[in-house]
């Protein structure tokens, strides 16, 4: 099955979200996530902030029509960081310049382990002006591990909101010559 992938910036993403937003359910359904009612509903109010900001980008992958999986994210500023009810600081190096920042990577139960995040992960990455990327995610969580093996590296740790546990925060060089741009160890999910 070959995915196809749909790249949005900005507001034309906003069409979107109404295929989105189910994908997001399904995605987060199971441990260690299970998101509540109220979680999914402000994935459309967060997204609708986020594709008004600076560097925002979404990919979309289709398999014949239905979404499968999609991955977004925006630049933070320099000095900007993740914010929450608890959250380290960056590392310097991280800090001085900006950041894109990977918001979201869902796909669907049914289409995990055939590789769709690995593709939306690098369409979403390809071509990033930042020097590092950088995400949050939950240990424990499948993806977390599939983040490690892509050399994703922990810097750190955040609580976004008070109901949520607290996760790691990661980063990923993007442009470094001492470290690999971007390349993919071990399995690919």
Known sequence: MTLTLIRRTGTETLELVPRLKPLYANAYSEPPYEMSEEDIEQFEFRITKHA???GFVLVAGELDGPFVGFSYGFTF???RWWT??????PPADVASG???AMIELGVHTDFRGRGFSSQLVDALLAGRPEPFASLISRPGAQAHAMYQCWGWKKVGTAQTYPHWPVEDIDVLPLHNSKSPEHSRKGPRS
Request: charged share 20%; no cysteine.
């Open 84 to 89: 929450g009810v608890k959250t380290d600081p």
């Open 98 to 100: 900006p950041l894109f």
């Open 77 to 79: 500023p320099p000095g």
């Open 52 to 54: 008004g900001l600076d």
